[in-house]
């Protein structure tokens, strides 16, 4: 095999694999944060090796995605910043549940809306990868 091919066929292992990270609450965290860096930058590699295969969202709207349609709408995804926060994990072997809140901002810096979460991750491979997740939008007090 050519040099060339080799190079080319271990860069395209490395892109397929997720990073390390640990099996640690810090470890769900980054890639809490992994997730959210894929959604500005709409880099769907990224988001596509975070999520397992039969990964299913449940968006603040109600409806079900599974992660064909997640990677699909993630070209036509806004702009606006998403803010992580309000962070919690609890861990339970290899499985780990995420709590938080996103906040997506306007251009201004305002809050537009506040997004409860919670996010199943399995560790597989050296990585923590998103199995679920579900959405509500938080409501304004009255």
């Not at 997720?18 to 769907?44: F, N, S, Y």
């Not at 999520?51 to 079900?64: I, M, N, P, Y």
């Amino acid at each position: 095999m050519p040099i060339a091919a080799a190079v080319l066929a271990l860069a395209a292992l490395a892109a397929a694999v997720p990073p390390h990270q640990p099996r640690t609450k810090a470890g769900v965290i980054a890639a809490e944060r992994a997730w959210v860096a894929a959604l500005r930058g709409r880099d769907a590699a990224a988001l596509d090796r975070l999520l397992t295969a039969d990964f299913v969202d449940t968006t603040w709207k109600g409806e079900r995605r599974a992660k064909p349609q997640v990677l699909a709408s993630l070209a036509s995804r806004g702009s606006e910043p998403i803010e992580l926060g309000d962070m919690t994990v609890t861990l339970h072997g290899d499985t780990a549940v995420a709590r938080g809140l996103n906040t997506i901002r306007a251009a201004d810096g305002a809050a537009r809306a506040r997004i409860r979460f919670t996010d199943v991750f399995l560790y597989r491979e050296g990585a923590w990868r998103a199995v679920a997740a579900q959405e509500t939008l938080e409501q304004p007090a009255p």
